[in-house]
């Protein structure tokens, strides 16, 4: 089965995570940077575990160093997620990467990516907004600056605060200054938990940081009270299957616990993270997902639904886009 010319919402998509190899290659290229040890034979982003792929994923972003550079990554990226049926998208953007957590910087980086997404949404029908993230392993004093230029951006385009990096670094109270100023600018909140950690750092992110939606999520499954919390609480997961099967959380597409969260009542979406490190689509993890739970279109049209629910974008962008 093919879904790809059905409409997709996606909550959960990192910038760079989504750079084309190519394209990277292209600009370390243009800046005279060897960084060929990131790929492998074929051309595609290679690493060996999660915490290599987050080396690998700092070493492509490395090329990325002026706001032009990222105005042609947005565009190279919403292409790609337009040809795949997508029409909304929020991308995690950190000042880590985009001026160094300089707010002037940052404004510049982000008019560049705004710039990009404005053409996009003319010329081929997507929407993109953006969730400001740090990244846990860099600390909590630069999620601090972070959340400064987060709050200090916040707006129609920057719509979100999260959190992603090394899930294993810190708890979450140590990052709750950070998650009170952005929630304080009116920003959507979401953190990733239960990815590389189980139901205890869920339950602590959900305290702790009060998110709406939960990047990925899915070790849920290991506490059925949760899950049951989760559903009571109407709890957005992003689940990304095809990302969690390729990092080796899970061995197959039938054995990835959103079927039975998904049947438990909680309330999933379904994203890419960081397509081409996962050699995924928007519509190959729609396929996937038909194909090991016999999901028909009720079911995707209820997963574009709660997207639409739980998107951080204003009324009147959801209005336009329903
Ligand atoms: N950054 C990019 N992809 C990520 C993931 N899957 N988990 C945590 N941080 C990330
Ligand atoms: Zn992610």
Redesign the pocket.
Known sequence: MTLRSQPKLELHL?L??AAPPAFIRGLAREKHEDIGGIFDERGHYSYTD?WH??KV?EVATSVLRSPEDYRRLTLAVLEESAAQGVIYSET?LSPDFCGGRDLSAWRDYLAAIEDAAREAEATMGITLRAIVTP??HFGPEKARETARCAAETAGRFVTGFGI????KVLEPKDYLWSFDCAREAGLGITA?AG??RGPDHIRATLRDLKPSRI??GVRAIEDLALVDELAETGTVLEV?PG?NIA?GLYPDWRKHPIGQLHHRGVKVTVST??PP?FHTTMTREWDRLADAFDWDQGVFDTLNRTALDAAFCDAETKAEIA
């Open positions: 990192h760079e995570g999660f792929f987050l994923y995690f990244i846990r992603a990096g090394d899930e990733h990815e590389w990047g990925h990304c990302s990092l993270d960081d490190f």
